[in-house]
């Protein structure tokens, strides 16, 4: 597939994909989705990829939202294809066996703050900002917002911006745990690229199973989640990584894990 909206480059074992309709502030449209979709498949199905890096380009925005022009005449029949889009990407990132982080260089608001909701890991630039505004274009959060954002911040902070469409600033997102880590807007981009090469080298298997755990246990009762993770676990020690790293362990160096 050919993107118009997106940019890709991958290598030592780290995608890169830069959201990139400047004109619109990285505003996301059907388009830009199926791309997203089609680019994370990719990724997905590329095992030399393990971590997947999702940034906006220019230095203004990370993603401004779902594309307003397009969406501003749309009927429930319209908009509900476009929700479940949305939702299926941003399900697909969420679960995926890879690592995605979100390095958020700008503008993350409604379908930009759901998209890095969506990553395992934020970092942010100082001038980021945060925010689910739907409210005041008289819609909600249609990409997981309301249900993402609750489980990671909490109810109360996640009715407040909900409720409000109050934007926050990067520091405050650091505050209430929406983002893991904020960074000079000019060092972003190689902060994040550093972290992730650190995480290239781990046992796949193991990243797998510990996002499986985490995905599919933190809605279960606690009883079923525990037996989640136990099967898990378990699972790991079917691969010649565990045996490695153990080994490795017990003879005092560095594991070299082969991804089986
Ligand atoms: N959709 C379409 N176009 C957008 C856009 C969006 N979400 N956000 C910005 N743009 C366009 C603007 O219309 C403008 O285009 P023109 O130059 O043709 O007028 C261009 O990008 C630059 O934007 P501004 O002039 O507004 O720039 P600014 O610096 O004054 O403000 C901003 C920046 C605060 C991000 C402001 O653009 C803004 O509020 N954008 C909309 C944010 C928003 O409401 N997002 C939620 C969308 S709904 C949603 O996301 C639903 C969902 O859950 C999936």
Same mark, same amino acid.
């Given at each position: ?7 890709? !480059? ?5 995608? &890169? ?13 059907? !388009? &830009?989705?199926?791309?997203?979709? #089609? ?19 220019? #230095? /203004? ?49 409604? @379908?930009? &703050? +759901?998209?890095?909701? *969506? ?14 505004? !739907? ?6 959060? @249609?990409?997981?917002? &309301?249900?993402? =954002?609750?489980?990671?911040? @909490?109810?109360?902070? *996640? ?9 926050? #600033? ?12 904020? %960074?000079?807007?000019? +060092? ?9 090469? /650190? ?19 933190? #809605? =279960? ?10 099967? %898990?676990?378990?699972? %790991?020690?079917?691969? /010649?990584?565990?045996? !490695? @790293?153990?080994?490795?362990? =017990?003879?005092?160096?560095? *594991? ?5």
């Amino acid at each position: 597939m050919t993107y118009n909206n997106l940019l890709f !480059e991958s290598g030592e074992g780290i995608a &890169t994909v830069t959201f990139n309709r400047p004109k619109a502030l990285n505003a996301m449209n059907p !388009e &830009t989705a199926r791309e997203l979709k #089609d680019v994370i498949t990719k990724c997905i199905n590329d095992e030399n990829i393990k971590v997947v890096i999702l940034t906006g380009a220019g #230095d /203004k925005a990370f993603v401004a939202g779902a594309d307003i022009v397009t969406m501003q005449n749309n009927q429930p029949s319209q908009s509900l294809p476009f929700m479940e889009q949305g939702h299926e990407v941003m399900r697909l990132i969420e679960t995926m066996p890879k690592i995605a982080i979100a390095a958020v260089n700008g503008f993350a608001l409604g @379908g930009g &703050t +759901e998209i890095s909701l *969506a990553c395992d890991i934020r970092f942010a630039s100082e001038n980021a900002k945060f925010g689910l505004p !739907e409210i005041l274009l008289g819609i909600i959060p @249609g990409w997981g917002g &309301t249900q993402r =954002l609750p489980r990671l911040v @909490g109810m109360g902070i *996640a009715k407040e911006m909900i409720l409000s469409g109050t934007q926050i #600033d990067a520091k405050r997102a650091y505050e209430i745990g929406l983002v893991n880590r904020v %960074c000079p807007a000019a +060092e972003l981009l190689a902060e994040v690229r550093k972290f992730a090469l /650190k995480l290239v080298s781990l046992p796949p298997f193991a990243v797998k199973m510990a996002k499986y755990s985490m995905n599919f246990g933190y #809605d =279960l009762a606690l009883d079923n989640a525990t037996r989640l993770e136990i099967q %898990c676990c378990a699972q %790991c020690f079917s691969t /010649k990584d565990q045996k !490695e @790293g153990m080994k490795a362990f =017990l003879e005092k160096r560095k *594991a070299v894990f082969v991804g089986q």
